[in-house]
Each structure stands twice: as C-alpha cells, then as structure tokens.
C-alpha cells in the first residue's frame, strides 16, 4: 500500500519511506556498538511493533533473538488507562538477558511504563527501549526511552505499524489521515 492508494483519505506524509530507512540504520549502528560484546534479545510489542521490528532487526549486524509480547491497555475512552492485561506473553525467559523493547510509538507513555515494570520483575540484565516514534506527553512519565526515531507532535498518526481502527498498518511512511476518515 502507498500514498496512491489512499485516494483522498491521506492527510499529508510526516516521514518519509527514506527518511524512516536511514534512521533505522543510524540507530542500528548505535545498537550494534553498545551491544557489541553482549547478547541482544528484541522484544516486539504486537501488533503496532510488527513492522519496525523487522525493518530495525534487518539493519543490525549483530545477531539478536526476538520474542513478542501482546498488551491491551484498557478504560475508558481511547487514551490509554495504564492498567495493561498480557494478551500474549514471552515466549523466552529474560533472566540475564538484555532485552531490547521495540516499540512502534510512545504516546501517553502508559503502555511501556507498565511494560518496563513488569519486565524489570523477572530478573534480565538490562531493560531499554527503541521507540520508533515519541510524542510530547511522554515526557510527563518517568521513562528512559534509550533510542527514539523521531520526535512527533501531538496528533495521530498510522502507518509503519500504526493503526487507525486497524487499517494503514501496511503504509510505508508516517502520515496523518484527513478528517473525513474520523467522520469529522
Ligand atoms: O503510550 P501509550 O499511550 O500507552 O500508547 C502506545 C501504545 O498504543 C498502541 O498500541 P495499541 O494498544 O493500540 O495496539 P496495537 O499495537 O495492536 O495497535 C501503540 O502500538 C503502543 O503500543
Ligand atoms: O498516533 C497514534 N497512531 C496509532 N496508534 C496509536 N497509539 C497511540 N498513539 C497512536
Ligand atoms: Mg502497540
């Protein structure tokens, strides 16, 4: 899928297929220097993580294992409660691991603060984060997001993994929708 396909439900493109490929290799670089002499396992957060996960993995030259977790956040309206149910849990044991959280977006910040807790309670040699995307109300939770994308304002976006009503998932870049999609 792409912008052509989009008729007239496309907005406007925030980042660019291009632009998202050579961020993925900036920080892959980063990635295989600070875990160089160490074990890697990337944790995906289905379904948004789905494709960052596998366009991230594909840049590293350092091999890591991946696992997966699913997550429902749940509470009223659309914003995330911060009260998180496992839907799917790891398949592996983290004990000792360094695990690598690979996330599509972090928005409200309430998902990965939860996430990052529960993770950190069974025992792994090291928690941190790549976020493909960060928006502004993250920073009013205490979270250390070790390798960000892209700092994005405070509107909604899909593509790349991001979802609205579970479609433009499969949108190579990131991009908002016009109002008529919302029925605005
Ligand atoms: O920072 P927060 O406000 O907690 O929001 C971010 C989370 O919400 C989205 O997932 P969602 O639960 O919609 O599921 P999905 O990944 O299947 O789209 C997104 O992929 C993050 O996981
Ligand atoms: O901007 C967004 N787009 C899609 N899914 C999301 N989940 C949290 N924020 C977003
Ligand atoms: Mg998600």
């Keep these: 899928m792409d912008a052509k396909d989009m008729g007239d439900d496309l907005e406007k493109v925030l980042i660019s297929e291009d632009q998202i490929k050579v961020r993925n290799q900036e920080i892959a670089t980063e990635i295989d220097a600070d875990y160089a002499d160490k074990d890697l396992l990337l944790v995906g957060v289905l379904k948004g993580a789905v494709m960052v996960m596998a366009d991230l993995s594909r840049e590293l030259h350092h091999p890591c294992a991946m696992d997966w977790m699913a997550v429902s956040s749940y509470g009223a309206g659309t914003t995330s409660s911060g009260v998180v149910r496992i839907l799917k849990d790891l398949d592996m ?57 892209f700092d994005l304002p405070n509107e909604f976006i899909v593509g790349c993994g991001l979802d609205y009503a579970e479609k433009y998932r499969n949108l190579p870049f990131i991009g908002t929708l016009a109002p008529h999609v919302y029925g605005n």
């Design 93 to 149: 044991d983290i004990k000792d691991r360094n695990v690598l959280i690979v996330e599509d977006v972090v928005d409200s910040g309430l998902t990965l603060s939860w996430l990052v807790g529960n993770l950190n309670s069974r025992g792994p040699a090291s928690v941190e984060i790549y976020a493909m995307v960060r928006k502004p109300l993250a920073f009013d939770v205490d979270l250390k997001i070790k390798y960000v994308g």
